[in-house]
């Protein structure tokens, strides 16, 4: 259990810009008991006005560009945000579709970035630890699949 | 019911049949489509309208009315020049089509007239330009298309 | 008004546009543009084993049912036979998923019903077919495991007794998640009776899936229109005839129990052979139209080649774009606390759930509320309704 868990959680909220749902979720598997991400604190709110971290998944399409902003400018400072999945990144799979974007970095500004299509639960969680940390944490236990 | 076959409704409404892999085209000309589909759709059999799809053919722009009939695919199909496509909706007959023409009217710009959506979008955003070619006519270039709408 | 912050006016559309008179709903207006991303136009320019990955990506839920559409789409066109162990693979994977997609579903029901234990374990309990669909796939979630000729790797040696000790110990789970959501009243308050939705509406409407089964109508793609090995391990058609979410409920969970036994016969008869056959990069001319059942219900392709490397026109009507009509049609009569549960029932994206506007019959002014305010509202509205 790394140490500063135990000085404060950290409050994420998500947002879906266009994805697939295939990170948003591996993000919720993440919050499962298999992985687990309460018992580092990690915690879903339902409100952007709550948030330390803006997680984002998804292309950013010309329908939730604007939206992401104003969620963006409700969260109060500090705070963070991770864009999660190679659509997040660059626009991923997308990038020559006419309605999505390449990468939310041109909508907000972004620290953290998580590749994958999608991500493993482990690595969104390893992200958001690093993020908080500022540097690599204490290994994860997870229980692995055993296949004989 | 309809006891027609799709032979005898090809006939009575002055189309012609086209097979490909797994369905059968019923073309008609578009002032028979109303008709055609409100056939096929009181066919002996329960109907499912599986979907509606356009396609953009140069100086036409084809639509299909994808009926699954239980066994195979029987397509109503019909094109309407481009310059002027606009076609009756088949919504108050066959309610089941209203998302499926509203995405055509979106993305080939062809107006079912009586579709709650005309006038309206479904799909693209609000300020997609009304002078813009509709994102799936051979016309139109998604290049410019992600610039009109700021992604780039 | 009774329910949640209202949400500054954003000026744009919203996916579900309530019209309320007094309390209940009497009419709802969809507008999908929130995940339009122009995959169909992309998809004129990528080669044909590249859309696989593109394509598999609309959904990632379903999405080994998409890539399968469209490569049994594209295989029509061309004169090569998928090979019989490539077809019965494909039926494992399928069905794996179907299973995986359910009891997503299911977790989703308990969380939006205020359940959230019930979330967890049905989620916990998921992982084990996650593992086994990346034993199988190597991957979890966007397995491009289905080609242009067959399944792009064959299926492990030595899997077949963990498949089996899995599905047996899911089968168990599902049991007790029956009982669970039977017996617990606040449960089935929120579920019998409500989203009622006749055989009739269904016709008119033409929903898919588990939505048009739970009306009595069975009708699954899989029996109707066999494809990959289907025709030798059919599924017993799992219908009901009450129409509302209890009996979602019923069916979802005894297709996840009849998922099981497929995919333990199909292992126990997975022929040898080649996994897959070779197809040029280039695809005859033609059209080719197919279908597939996924897990929410009929998932339709449409391809039309022009005899290149590229596909001229790629048009994919997802199931969840077939029910809209009928999940709004469910909607009418009911109240704003019925929403999240009813709309979940024909188990939507998650992004539709997201921005729902709420207006009041005759006048001007509407609110946005958001699917989080909306479960809150629900759970306090049955929990207000149990204690008078």
Known sequence: ?148 | MSSDTVAELAARLGGSIVSHVKSVDLVVPPDKVLEACKTVASMPGFYHLSTITGLDLGEEIGILYQFWQGKSFLVVRTALPKTNPRIKSITESLPSAVLYEAEIQDLLGVAFEGNPYLGKKLLLPDKYPANAPPPLRKEADPDKIRKLLELD | MPFGPIHPSLKEPEYFKLILEGERIVQVVPRIGYVHRGIERAAQERTWVKNIYLFERICGICSFAHSLGYTHAVENLTAFEVPKRAKYIRLIVAELERIHSHLLWLGLVGHWAGFDTLFMWVWKDRERVLDLEEAITGNRVHKSYSTIGGVRMDFPDGIAAKIKSDLEYIEKRVDYYETLVQSEETFSVRTKGVGRITQETARKLCPVGPLLRCTGIARDVRVEDPYAAYDEVPPRVQTSNDGDIASLLKIRLNEIRESSWMIKTAVERLPLGPYKVSVPRVVPQGESTFHVEAPRGELFYFVKSKGGSSPERVKVRSSTVANILTATEMLKGHTLADVPIVLTGMDPCFGCMDRISVVEAGKPKSWSISGEDLRKYGIEYYKGRKSR
């Open chain 1, 1 to 148: 259990m790394t140490p500063w868990a135990r000085k404060r959680s950290i409050w994420v909220f998500h947002i879906n810009a266009a994805s697939c749902n295939g990170c948003d979720i591996e993000i919720l598997a993440a919050l499962t008991p298999r992985y687990d991400a309460e018992r580092l604190g990690v915690e879903l709110v339902p409100s952007p006005r709550h948030a330390d971290v803006l997680l984002v998944t998804g292309t950013v399409n010309s329908m939730m560009k604007d939206r992401l902003k104003a969620v963006y400018d409700q969260i109060p400072e500090p705070k963070h945000v991770v864009a999660i999945g190679a659509c997040a990144l660059g626009g991923g799979v997308y990038k020559e579709c006419y309605n999505a974007g390449r990468g939310i970095d041109s909508v907000i500004p972004v620290d953290l970035y998580i590749p994958g299509c999608p991500p493993r639960p482990e690595a969104i969680i390893y992200g958001i630890l690093k993020l908080v940390t500022g540097g690599p944490p204490d290994p994860v236990e997870v229980e692995k699949p055993v296949v004989q």
